[in-house]
């Protein structure tokens, strides 16, 4: 694709990296990609090539071929890297993250900036422990200026217990000197039904913020309607292959399209665990290993505490955290 001159440049740029630019995409593939919710070649990357083959019903070679076709093009753009690339290349990159306060300074300098894009990040705990009223304040957060931490972006929200309340939404607004008509108009919120219905919604995430300029995605529960509809050891492979697909759908679009996704998790007691706290979350190691960063809630006398349990960067620690009128701040 070395060979593109200024004009057909300009005019991939004007179609958003449209399908139909690739070669091999013609306009019956456009159509069956269209009516599946792919409509960039973004979107070609952000769904993997098992979900890419049903769509298309050709082979696997065939979809390989196109999503190379797909790479290829994105790292002419330099919106992506193609292979190998040297560390000071992606330190570069590092340094284009962005951080959403939570409105908490502590919970801030333990996560060292506040939650970032291009990553995902797990809020787990008990029941009370503070993780939707996070989600509610980020969705919030986001929101503000800049130099105030936020991105001046709006946010998705993916609720599966019904426990969006557009009324703390109007709270925190208004504790933060923000319209709350605005704010509430900038979260764009889904009710999914049940897991199917869950999975469906991540697919079509990629669209969702590209029309909305999201710079957070809200998953409040991310796991919980799996828990509910795959009971039981006999289900367990078929539980845990589904959660797989959908949590690398959300890596590959927290780095793509550079936004957050916040993700909150249920936990369970380990009856095994003789000494220290028996509490883990649920989802096992699938969760776990396409998480960026795992926090743990829990209560603490008129508090919260935070802790990190897993990172790539950031130190062992805990932050004390209170949850007011007006979201997420620090204790008196």
């Known amino acids: 694709m070395a060979g593109h001159g200024e004009e057909e440049k300009v005019a991939i740029e004007e179609k958003d990296l449209d399908v139909s630019v690739l070669d091999g995409v013609g306009p019956a593939t456009k159509q069956k990609l269209n009516n599946a919710g792919i409509y960039t070649i973004m979107d070609l990357l952000v769904h993997s090539t098992s979900h890419l083959c049903d769509i298309l019903g050709g082979s696997r070679e065939k979809v390989l071929h196109l999503q190379e076709k797909a790479r290829n093009l994105l790292a002419e753009y330099n919106i992506i890297e193609k292979g190998f690339v040297s560390a000071d290349k992606i330190y570069e990159r590092a340094k284009r993250i962005s951080y959403i306060t939570t409105g908490s300074k502590n919970l ?29 304040a980020l969705s919030v957060n986001v929101q503000l200026p800049r130099e105030e931490g936020g991105l001046e972006a709006s946010a998705i929200y993916i609720d599966t217990e019904n426990t969006f309340r557009p009324s703390r939404i109007v709270e925190i607004a208004e504790g933060r000197n923000l319209d709350p008509k605005e704010v509430l108009r900038s979260i764009h919120v889904a009710r999914a039904l049940n897991s199917s219905h869950l999975l469906l919604l991540v697919k079509n995430l990629g669209q969702k913020i590209r029309e909305t300029d999201a710079k957070l995605v809200v998953l409040d529960s991310a796991v919980g309607p799996f828990r509910a509809e ?72 008129n508090a919260r505490i935070a802790s990190i349990v897993d990172s790539p960067q950031h130190p062992p620690g805990e932050a004390v955290f209170v949850i007011t009128k007006t979201g997420i701040s620090d204790p008196p």
């Open 108 to 136: 801030d300098e333990l996560l060292m900036g506040g939650v970032e894009t291009q990553a995902i990040t797990e809020f787990y705990g008990e029941f009370g422990t503070g993780k939707t009223q996070i989600c509610h």
């Open 230 to 301: 795959y009971v039981g050891r006999g289900q367990l492979a078929e539980r845990q292959q589904l959660l797989n697909v959908m949590m690398h759908d959300l890596t590959r679009l927290a780095e793509l399209y550079d936004v957050a996704v916040v993700i909150t998790n249920q936990v369970l007691v380990s009856p095994d665990i003789f000494f220290g706290d028996p509490t883990r979350p649920i989802g096992g190691h699938v969760v776990a290993h396409a998480i960026t960063y795992r926090i743990y809630l829990r209560k603490a006398k």
